[in-house]
């Protein structure tokens, strides 16, 4: 379990580029086993899970898979997020990943059966369902917790965005905030908690990533 920084991929990066995976294997050997069992954006941080073999990587992999992980997220958004301060809201969309954007939309919204179905009966159509809540305003940003319950690609960040509250720093789906650390330009989302059975013990763990620090001087308004 590590917590991965903003602006490093997890794996799979262009050639040249660093990854999360990369860095492990560097440092643990050639002859190690590294098993990506789940990701983040590049832009985005926060906690990620690998396996140490190959049982503990397909045990968590199937976690994932059977969506019995439980996924907390925290994000600083623009505008006014659409529902009362605390109250929890669920989104079910359509999305698509659009190869000539490089980057997802959103096709349609509805309830949980007619989405799904829609969803299975276009190419390249997917179902997306999110639980939302807004924890704190200030100004021009609030401060979101979000537990996706599938892990589409993009899939916080163009929900969010559809409903005209884009991620801070977040360019790509319309944000005119920046997020900056180091020089480098950020998106204000963070993979904060993952729980999920623990592949050797069985036992529920839950995992916990520190929101970072940068955000809290950025946007301080929020952290009171």
């Not at 906690?47 to 969506?67: M, S």
Request: aromatic share 8%; glycine share 8%.
């Amino acid at each position: 379990v590590l917590d991965k920084p903003a602006g490093l991929a997890t794996a799979n990066s262009p050639r040249g580029d660093s990854s999360l995976y990369v860095e492990l294997v560097n440092r643990f050997g050639d002859g190690c086993f590294v098993g990506v069992v789940s990701r983040l954006d590049k832009p985005v941080s926060g906690v990620v899970i690998f396996g140490k073999n190959k049982t503990a990587a397909a045990c968590l992999a199937k976690q994932f898979r059977e969506r019995t992980v439980r996924k907390e997220y925290v994000a600083i958004v623009e505008k006014r997020f659409p529902s009362a301060l605390g109250t929890w809201v669920t989104w079910r969309d359509r999305v698509r990943w659009d190869d000539a954007l490089h980057r997802a939309v959103i096709e349609g919204r509805g309830e949980r059966g007619d989405i799904q179905k829609k969803a299975n009966e276009e190419p390249g159509s997917l179902f997306a369902e999110t639980v939302a809540r807004v924890t704190k305003r200030a100004g021009e940003v609030s401060l979101v917790e979000l537990q996706p319950r599938t892990g589409r690609r993009h899939q916080l960040r163009v929900q969010l965005a559809s409903r005209g509250c884009p991620i801070v720093g977040d360019r790509m789906y319309g944000s005119r905030l920046p997020l900056k650390f180091e020089g480098a330009v950020n998106v204000a989302l963070h993979a904060q908690k993952l729980t999920f059975e623990h592949p050797r013990t069985g036992v529920c763990t839950t995992v916990e990533a520190e929101i970072p620090r940068f955000w809290k001087l950025q946007y301080s308004v929020l952290f009171l």
